[in-house]
C-alpha cells in the first residue's frame, strides 16, 4: 500500500517537555506540542508518515503529524523508567522500545490499544535498540557494554561484549544489512561486517551472530560517544559526542574520516539523522538548536531555534514514501 503522507517531517523534542515541528527548508517552526511529564528521550515517525513516537521517562506517546491537537493519540504510561528507543517495524505492524528498566520490547500496534507483545530482559539498563533490515532480529545495546543479538521469531539471543563495562550508547545496521557498528560512552566506535549466509537478507534464517566479523575499532571521539547512523547510501559512518562535533566517516576508505561538522555554538550532539538522498544531515544539540548541513560543501545551511534547553532527540521522513 502506498503511503499517503508525502510531506517533509522534521520533530524535534528534548528537556525543554516540548516537541516541535519544522518546516525543514524554511527553519519555520509549524507547531509545538507540550510533552509535559519528562524530557524526550527518542522520536521516530510511523512508515506511514501520520504519526510520531515520543519516548520519555515512563511512557511512550505518539502524536498526529498533521492535527493541530496538542493531546496524544496513544498514550501508554506502562513502562517503569526511562524509554530510550524507539522504532518501527516497515509496514507499521509493531513498535520496538528499549529502557532503563533493563527490558526491550516489542509492541503490537494492530489491536486498538498498545499491547507488549514481547519482552526481552537484559541485566543492565537498555541504552540503545535497532531493527536489522531483516526485521527479525533486535540490537539491543547497555549499559554493562553488552550488545544482545535478539532473534524475535526464535527468542534465541547471542552476546557481544566490545569493551567490557563500557556502556553502548548507540547502535547502527547499514540499510543493506552488510555492516554493524557500535559506539560507546568513551567515544570507540566498533564496526563488523555481516556476513552473507549464502542468501538474502530478508530471507536468511541463521541468526547474524554466528557471521560477525569485526572490521574496525574507531576511535571516533575522545569524549563521550552519543550516537552512530550509516547513511542511506551507505556510503558514511556518522558518528555524534559530547566534543562538538558530527563526524562522517567514509565506509569505502577504511572509516577515514571525511567530514566533521561543527559551529562554536554547538554543544554536545545528543542526535543525527540523513536525508533519504545522504547528501544533508540535521543534528541536534544542548546549545537548543537542530542544524541542517550539506554533507557535499561541509557546511551549515539552516537552524532550527526555539527550544529553551537541550535537543535530544529528531525524527525526519522526507521524500516519496516508497509503495509496498
Avoid at 23 to 41: E, I, L, Y
Avoid at 132 to 141: D, K, Q, S
Avoid at 226 to 241: E, I, N
Avoid at 274 to 295: C, E, K, P
Wanted: aromatic residues 8%; negative net charge; hydrophobic residues 35%.
Amino acid at each position: 500500500m502506498m503511503g499517503h503522507s508525502q510531506q517533509v517531517i522534521l520533530a524535534t523534542g528534548g528537556y525543554d517537555h516540548t516537541i516541535k515541528f519544522w518546516q525543514a527548508h524554511s527553519g519555520f517552526c509549524k507547531r509545538t506540542v507540550q510533552h509535559p511529564d519528562s524530557q524526550v528521550n527518542a522520536l521516530d515517525i510511523t512508515p506511514d508518515g501520520t504519526l510520531v513516537a515520543a519516548a520519555g521517562f515512563q511512557h511512550i506517546r505518539m502524536y498526529e503529524v498533521e492535527s493541530t491537537s496538542p493531546t496524544p493519540v496513544v498514550n501508554y504510561e506502562g513502562v517503569q523508567k526511562n524509554v530510550t528507543a524507539v522504532g518501527f517495524h516497515h509496514e507499521g505492524h509493531w513498535m520496538y522500545t528499549g529502557g532503563e528498566d533493563c527490558t526491550a520490547r516489542i509492541w503490537d500496534l494492530r489491536a486498538a490499544s498498545l499491547h507488549c507483545q514481547s519482552i526481552f530482559q537484559t541485566s543492565a539498563p537498555v541504552t540503545c535498540a535497532f531493527l536489522h533490515p531483516n526485521e527479525t532480529e533486535l540490537i539491543v545495546g547497555d549499559q554493562s557494554g553488552i550488545l544482545h543479538l535478539w532473534d524475535l521469531r526464535s527468542d534465541h539471543n547471542e552476546q557481544l561484549i566490545p569493551e567490557a563495562d563500557v556502556s553502548i550508547q548507540h547502535i547502527a545496521v547499514e540499510p543493506s544489512g552488510k555492516l554493524l557498528a557500535a559506539i560507546n560512552k568513551r567515544g570507540q566506535c566498533f564496526i563488523w561486517s555481516i556476513g552473507a549466509s549464502g542468501n538474502d537478507v530478508k530471507t536468511s534464517t541463521s541468526g547474524i551472530a554466528s557471521q560477525l566479523t569485526p572490521v574496525k575499532d574507531l576511535t571516533a571521539h575522545s569524549k563521550y560517544g552519543l550516537k552512530c547512523k550509516f547513511s542511506p547510501d551507505g556510503a558514511y559512518l556518522a558518528t555524534t559526542s559530547a566534543d562538538h562535533t558530527t563526524r562522517l566517516w567514509s565506509v569505502a576508505n577504511n572509516f577515514e574520516l571525511a567530514v566533521e561538522l561543527t559551529t562554536a555554538a554547538q554543544r554536545w550532539v545528543w542526535d543525527v539523522v540523513f536525508s533519504a538522498d545522504s547528501r544533508y544531515v540535521i543534528t541536534a544539540s544542548s546549545d537548543g538548536t537542530s542544524r541542517l548541513w550539506s554533507v557535499e560543501e561541509k557546511e551549515m545551511k539552516k537552524e532550527y531555534t526555539g527550544h529553551q534547553k537541550a535537543v535530544t532527540a529528531l525524527a525526519f521522513k522526507d521524500g516519496v514514501p516508497t509503495p509496498e
